[in-house]
C-alpha cells in the first residue's frame, strides 16, 4: 500500500540557511499535519491543513511557514535556521472527513532529519 | 490542556516476558486514545488505537483498553519478542478526529533474548 513520502530523507544546513520539505500525503488523503521531533523527544504538532487551508497550528515558529497545493502535497519553509531546528520532522496524513471511523487515524511518514551546523 | 503521561523507560525485559506500558491522559471531552511505535531510525507506525470507553484495541499481539474512570489506556502483551524492542508513543486525539495528536514523551523497550 501507498505511503506517505517525505524528501529529502536527510538534510544538512548551516545556521541562518533556509530549508525546504516535502510531503506527500497517501492518495485521497485530505489532511497533512507536520510535527517536530527533537532527539530523545516526542513528536511535536507543528501545522496542519484540511483541503489546502490551514486548519490547526501549534508550536510552530514564525520562521516556519508551510503550505498545502492542490495536489494536496505540501511543503514547509524554514529560513534563518538554528541549531535547535535539527530534528526529525514528521509528516502525516489521514483519511477524508467523509470516511466514518478512520478519519482520526494519521499515517507518518519516515521522517526528514535536519541537521543544523 | 490535553497531555499524556507515561512510564520511563527503558523498559528492559527478556524475551517471552509479559509487558505493560503505562499511559494516563488529561483531556477535555471524549478524545480518541492510540498506541505508536518507533523502530530505529524510522517514522511511526499506528500499532492499535480505541476511540471510545471501554474500547479495546489490538494488533500483533498487544493490546490496551480505553479506560475512562482511570483516565488510562496501558499497553500490554503476553509475550515479547526481540523484534518488539522500540520507542511506544501513547498518544490522544480530539473527540472529533480531525485534531491534532497529542504525544506522551514514549518508552523505550529492550528485549533481550
Known amino acids: 500500500a501507498a505511503g506517505v513520502i517525505q524528501s529529502p530523507r536527510h538534510l544538512i544546513k548551516e545556521k541562518r540557511e533556509t530549508a525546504t520539505l516535502k510531503c506527500y500525503p497517501i492518495?485521497?488523503?485530505?489532511?497533512v499535519y507536520w510535527y517536530q521531533q527533537g532527539p530523545g523527544q516526542d513528536p511535536q504538532f507543528l501545522i496542519s491543513?484540511?483541503?489546502?487551508?490551514?486548519?490547526d497550528k501549534g508550536s510552530i515558529p514564525d520562521r516556519f511557514s508551510a503550505q498545502q497545493f492542490s495536489d494536496y502535497h505540501s511543503e514547509l519553509n524554514m529560513s534563518s535556521l538554528e541549531l535547535g531546528d535539527s530534528a526529525l520532522y514528521f509528516c502525516?496524513?489521514?483519511?477524508?472527513?467523509?470516511?466514518?471511523?478512520?478519519?482520526?487515524?494519521?499515517?507518518f511518514g519516515p521522517g526528514t532529519r535536519l541537521t543544523v551546523l | 490542556g490535553d497531555s499524556v503521561t507515561q512510564m520511563e523507560g527503558p523498559v528492559t525485559l527478556s524475551e517471552e516476558a509479559f509487558l505493560t506500558i503505562n499511559c494516563t491522559y488529561t483531556a477535555t471531552g471524549y478524545p480518541s486514545l492510540f498506541w505508536y511505535v518507533q523502530y530505529p531510525g524510522e517514522g511511526l507506525q499506528l500499532l492499535l488505537k480505541?476511540?471510545?470507553?471501554?474500547d479495546k484495541g489490538s494488533n500483533k499481539g498487544f493490546e490496551a483498553t480505553y479506560r475512562k474512570e482511570t483516565t488510562s489506556f496501558h499497553l500490554e502483551k503476553g509475550s515479547v519478542q526481540v523484534s518488539d524492542s522500540a520507542v511506544y508513543f501513547c498518544a490522544l486525539g480530539g473527540h472529533s478526529g480531525y485534531s491534532t495528536l497529542t504525544f506522551g514523551k514514549g518508552t523505550m523497550l529492550l528485549v533481550s533474548p
Open positions: 480505541a476511540t471510545k470507553a471501554d
Open positions: 502525516a496524513s489521514s483519511y477524508p472527513r467523509i470516511t466514518s471511523g478512520r478519519a482520526h487515524e494519521q499515517f
Open positions: 492518495p485521497r488523503h485530505d489532511t
Open positions: 491543513f484540511y483541503e489546502k487551508m490551514q486548519s
